[in-house]
């Protein structure tokens, strides 16, 4: 099946540095992809909308400054937090749209594996 | 989008068949309706997507009433392993408009 893959799984930075998250969908090509978040127990938290060859969309509330998406290929996608704080470690997931053309029946969205946060 | 909502939580049997419903009340013509699953310290992994009637899988079946407000989704014989959160998404899967999520149900099954 499809597959949509982050790097890295875990990671842990220093409060005021930066860290990049990446996400691929390996088997096939995601015009789109989106960024969750997601505290412990807490359901997913979407973030932004990542378009390849424009301008994230972000949620509410989401600090495009601070949330750094880049959508360069139809393959990938990164989030990069810039100057982290110790409140911005969470659980990462991206998820990418799998279209199979025709009548739209066939296409899903398809998760990664998530990224852990850890900023000290 | 459909907002959706699920029960907090569930308990089951191994060996049991589970049936959780999700009510999506205000559901668009061009939405799907789609069902996740997500183990802890995990992305949410895709179970079953559908429109409408059944659809079957090899490991789920998705009901869903005509008027399709709501969709119900059957796990046959869960084990221990089953015990996850339990997403149901709904949205149009055209340029891939934006998903959010509810709550989840947390299904518990115990031996």
């Known amino acids: 099946g499809a597959v949509v893959s982050q790097h890295p799984s875990r990671v842990i930075c220093k409060s005021g540095t930066s860290v990049k998250i990446e996400c691929r969908s390996l088997d096939f090509q995601a015009t789109t992809m989106f960024w969750y978040r997601q505290f412990p127990k807490k359901s997913l938290m979407l973030m932004a909308t990542s378009n390849e060859g424009s301008k994230a969309t972000y949620e509410q509330g989401v600090e495009k400054d601070k949330f750094l998406i880049n959508h360069a290929s139809l393959t990938l996608s990164t989030l990069t937090v810039t100057s982290a704080h110790p409140e911005d470690s969470s659980f990462y997931i991206c998820?990418?749209?799998?279209?199979?053309?025709?009548?739209?029946?066939?296409?899903?969205?398809?998760f990664g594996e998530g990224s852990w946060l850890t900023v000290v | 989008l459909a907002k959706t909502t699920q029960p907090i939580s569930m308990d089951s049997y191994e060996g049991q068949e589970v049936n959780i419903t999700c009510s999506h009340n205000n559901i668009a013509t061009n939405d799907y309706i789609t069902w996740y699953q997500q183990f802890p310290s995990q992305g949410p992994r895709f179970i079953i997507q559908g429109y409408k009637t059944k659809v079957t899988n090899e490991v789920a079946s998705l009901f869903i009433p005509a008027d399709r407000k709501s969709s119900t989704l059957s796990l046959p014989r869960v084990s221990l392993s089953d015990t996850a959160v339990y997403y149901c998404l709904v949205g149009p899967l055209y340029n891939f408009n934006k998903f959010y999520f509810g709550s989840g149900t947390k299904l518990n099954v115990k031996p």
């Open positions: 998820s990418a749209g799998r279209d199979r053309g025709g009548d739209n029946s066939g296409n899903t969205i398809y």
